[in-house]
């Protein structure tokens, strides 16, 4: 599994760590990416999603029955 959102295609960044002394060394800075079960076409399946994505409503989380009781 990647560190990417298959809704945005958010994916890992670079950037660089900087200590107290301005000592840069490479850094990656991952998205929080959450697996879901959502509705596709009506459909439940599972997704790698960003909790960007879940939050903003861009995905229908599907509701199994078991919780639904």
Do not use: D, F, W
Not at 10 to 17: I, L
Not at 21 to 33: D, L, S, V, W
């Amino acid at each position: 599994m990647g560190k990417y959102c298959e809704v945005c295609s958010k994916g890992q960044m670079n950037g660089n760590r900087v200590s107290h002394a301005e000592n840069k060394t490479g850094r990656m800075y991952a998205p929080n990416i959450q697996r879901v079960r959502v509705l596709v076409e009506g459909r439940p399946t599972h997704l790698n999603v960003c909790t960007r994505c879940l939050r903003s409503g861009k995905v229908v989380r599907a509701i199994s029955a078991a919780s639904a009781e």
